[in-house]
């Protein structure tokens, strides 16, 4: 009887653990090919299981970036961890939106599905397949840098945000997001609270940092990289 116990208690626990690890945390433990194999083996039903609301998409992910942008006519735009395109999709559908974005996604079959939905826009978008550090491209070179639920997946966030901040032009738009709450906290030590994550925003060299709660278990976080002159 206890031997069938013992079995009972370490199929649970076992259970328990590979639900941590695969399901909590996407594979995060278990290195950046784990993740991006993950992602490839799921792509199919991501958008299904994410139901975009494209009223909530237009409000809260477009509206304030766009608001960020708004002396710009032609902005150009990095979608770090594009995934199916989710924000190129919605940016490039604004009818008066008239700059380019480039989706950078690692996993072939998330990027398969965003080239499938960015089709239409032409040289106005363009998919790069590629991990977040290094990043391919030179310093200076976009107005805005997005990453979207998808920082607490890599192997260093802080490595992949000083990344961005190269990327980007003096006095160009962070928009980033921060995994909160229970499921935050499941990445354990890679988890960092507000001040903590603002704090490394400043430490990279962005000014205006500010953390707007976002989603249930996610908040949207805005910096702006600061100019030679304020520093
Ligand atoms: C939750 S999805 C988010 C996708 C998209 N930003 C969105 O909001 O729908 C996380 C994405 O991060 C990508 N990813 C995982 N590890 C990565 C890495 N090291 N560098 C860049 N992207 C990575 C995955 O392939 C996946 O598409």
């Known amino acids: 009887m206890t ?11 076992l259970a328990g653990l590979l639900y941590w690890l695969l399901v909590m945390t996407e594979g995060v433990f278990l ?6 194999w993950l992602y490839d083996i799921t792509a199919h039903q991501y958008d299904g299981i994410k139901e975009f609301d494209d009223a909530a998409e ?30 190129p999709h919605y940016l ?11 989706g950078l996604e690692p996993s072939p079959k998330m ?5 499938g939905k960015l089709a239409s826009f032409g040289w106005r978008s363009m998919l790069v397949r590629q991990t977040a550090v290094p990043l391919p491209f030179a310093a200076g070179a976009f107005d805005a840098v997005s990453c979207l639920e998808s920082l607490e997946f890599f192997p260093s966030a ?11 032009k003096p006095g160009g738009i962070l ?4 995994r909160r709450g229970r499921d935050g906290r499941a990445f354990l030590k890679r988890y960092r609270n507000v001040s903590q994550f603002e704090q490394m925003l400043r430490d990279l060299g962005f000014s205006a940092v500010n953390t707007q709660p976002w989603q249930i278990d996610y908040d949207q976080v805005f910096g702006r990289k600061v100019t030679k002159v304020e520093k």
């Open 3 to 13: 031997g069938w116990i013992a079995i009972v208690v370490s199929g649970l626990l």
């Open 31 to 36: 290195g950046r090919r784990v993740v991006v």
């Open 58 to 87: 237009r409000f809260f992910v477009i509206r304030p970036l766009r608001h960020h942008l708004r002396h710009l006519p032609n902005p150009l735009i990095l979608d770090v961890a594009t995934g199916t395109g989710r924000l």
């Open 92 to 102: 490039l559908n604004e009818p008066d939106f008239h700059g380019r974005v480039v």
């Open 111 to 115: 990027m398969g599905f965003a080239a």
């Open 158 to 168: 802080a490595a992949a945000l000083a990344e961005m901040a190269r990327v980007l």
């Open 175 to 178: 928009m980033v997001t921060r």
